[in-house]
């Protein structure tokens, strides 16, 4: 089905949640090596700039993938893109499951599960902008994003099972055998959604929508900074919480449990920040709300690192709200540019602002491993400092672009 310009034909709510509980399923993988990373330094030998490159060649296929299937969305329309996505993650999913069994093949699987996963993200903002009318589309949107971190939740929590029951290659089968529900759940709540296919404007190119179009812009650049710190964090917190509580009890193995558990809970935050921040924005406006949220991110950012040796009483509710403010602003971000670009163009909008976005994000984790490969010898604290301060200037950037933002004027 084509369809033009006109009024957004309503989503259910019923429906948008069930896409949700899907997408939860569908994410089972994305933060299982996260969780396992001590064990997976120790039983394969692995420095951390080993250990973060795992994950840096997921988000660099995520990155990628976000890419292609916004992209082809435009043209094939985002239902089909949706379809295809959840079926290819959930076979990536379960082969990354079954046959990862050393730095190697967890690069290749790794990277191929995250190959296929970015039709689930930016191919349903366009469901969403497409059939959420604007007055509830940011309490969708902070819905959709809720989700992502419920599945990040939900990875780490099963993960933290699957280590405790038999190690790292448990919570890789554990994880990979959800994705497959998911795809089922998905396909299946999105069965009376048309797959709209909007035209575009004759004259108006990509890079008119891009980068002449300065909210866009702005958005887009503050969307890339904000990535780089959040999933530099998402990436490297269940370790700092394990090692942090490693250095009090010594008991290793104890704490890489606590610590992907500790890290679920964290991403249960984030959804509830990402819920609760997307409504927030419809009522009190998108630009406060990214203020806010980046400015408490960066420093945060700049201060947690430091803490490493503080008692777990303070340190542990201080990640707790470093994971609120940092994916608090995601639902904003998104509900901003999908309301700043004209539809036709929004595919490929969102398309290069996830090949940034997860770009930089791919980067972060590789680079929080080198900075503590590299500042070792400071001590604990000043290495952990140091590394998490690198994820505070892309919080510092963010809420730039964020203050540069004006109120949005009515378009021609």
């Known amino acids: 089905m084509t369809a033009t310009q006109s009024t957004p034909t309503a989503l259910t709510e019923t429906r948008v949640i069930v896409i949700c509980l899907a997408r939860v399923l569908l994410f089972a ?23 973060g490159s795992i994950i840096t060649s997921f988000t660099l296929g995520y990155a990628l993938s976000l890419f292609l299937f916004a992209w082809v969305a435009d043209h094939l329309g985002a239902k089909h893109m949706v379809a295809v996505s959840a079926v290819a993650a959930a076979a990536t999913s379960l082969l990354f499951g079954l046959l990862a069994e050393g730095w190697w093949s967890a690069m290749v699987l790794y990277g191929l599960v995250g190959l296929c996963q970015g039709g689930v993200y930016t191919p349903l903002i ?7 009318p604007g007055a509830r589309r940011g309490n969708a949107m902070g819905w959709l994003v809720a989700s992502t971190s419920a599945g990040y939740a939900g990875s780490l929590a099963i993960a933290g099972v699957g280590l405790a029951i038999g190690g790292w290659k448990v919570a890789f089968v554990l994880t990979g055998l959800l994705p497959a529900i998911g795809a089922v759940l998905l396909i299946a709540a999105m069965a009376p959604v048309p797959n709209r296919i909007h035209p575009r404007q004759a004259g108006l190119r990509v890079s008119d929508e891009m980068v002449r179009n300065r909210k866009s812009r702005l958005l887009t650049a503050g969307y890339t900074a904000h990535s780089w710190e959040l999933l530099g964090m998402w990436a490297w917190i269940p370790a700092f919480i394990a090692i942090s509580l490693a250095l009090k009890s010594q008991a290793t193995d104890d704490a890489t449990v606590a610590g992907a558990y500790l890290g679920g809970l964290m991403h249960l935050v984030g959804a509830v920040a990402a819920f609760t921040m997307g409504r927030l924005s419809d009522r009190a406006g998108r630009r406060p709300v990214l203020i806010a949220l980046a400015g408490a991110g960066a ?18 509710p201080l990640v707790l709200i470093y994971a609120f403010v940092c994916i608090g602003d995601s639902p904003v971000l998104t509900t901003a540019i999908s309301e700043a670009v004209r539809p036709g163009y929004l595919g490929a909008v969102l398309a290069w602002r996830g090949l940034l976005g997860f770009g930089a994000g791919a980067l972060a984790p590789l680079a929080f ?5 590299a500042t070792g010898h400071l001590g604990e604290a000043a290495s952990w400092g140091l590394a998490f301060g690198g994820l505070g200037i892309g919080g510092a950037l963010a809420l730039l672009c964020a203050w540069r933002l004006r109120p949005a004027r009515a378009r021609p």
């Not at 993988?29 to 996260?34: G, K, N």
């Not at 039983?43 to 080993?50: F, N, R, V």
């Not at 366009?126 to 959420?132: H, N, P, T």
């Not at 420093?299 to 542990?316: D, E, K, V, Y």
């Open 126 to 132: 366009m469901v969403l902008s497409d059939e959420v």
């Open 29 to 51: 993988t994305f933060m299982t090596v996260a969780a396992a990373i001590p064990a997976l330094m120790r039983d394969w030998g692995l420095s951390a700039t080993a250990a």
């Open 299 to 316: 420093l945060i950012s700049f201060t947690i690192g430091w803490l490493i040796h503080a008692p777990s009483i303070a340190l542990i």
């Open 369 to 373: 491993g080198m900075a503590l490969d």
